[in-house]
């Protein structure tokens, strides 16, 4: 049984940063890619960040420069450092993973990030 658990997210005020974490239990070799995506009320889930197990990136044009992803194979976690963030940024923001055999998709129960003043 894969899971995903994220942490970090919160409110914070426009500019500010938040750092959202992804465990997952077991390790992460197993999956390729992994990333975030988002959803804020009444829209539709986006891609926010995507990383593969080589290190390759890939983000929304919207995030582009603001925000990094990045994965530590040794904690079996990936980490989405988010800068500079806008109130178009609020959203529940869900950690997502692909078997890199067998191609299932997991997903973590996501986390609030509010950015307002």
């Known amino acids: 049984q894969v899971q995903l658990v994220e942490s970090g997210g919160g409110l914070v005020q426009p500019g500010g940063s938040l750092r959202l974490s992804c465990a997952a239990s077991?390790?992460?070799?197993?999956?390729?890619?992994m990333g975030w995506y988002r959803q804020a009320p009444g829209k539709q889930r986006e891609l926010v960040a995507v990383?593969?197990?080589?290190?390759?990136?890939n983000f929304a044009e919207s995030v582009k420069g603001r925000f990094t992803i990045s994965r530590d194979n040794a904690k079996n976690t990936v980490s989405l450092q988010m800068n500079s963030l806008k109130p178009e940024d609020t959203a529940v923001y869900y950690c997502y993973a692909v078997g890199a055999v067998a191609r299932n998709a997991y997903w973590g129960q996501g986390t609030q990030v509010t950015v307002s003043s």
């Open positions: 077991g390790s992460i070799s197993r999956f390729n890619p």
């Open positions: 990383i593969s197990s080589g290190g390759g990136t």
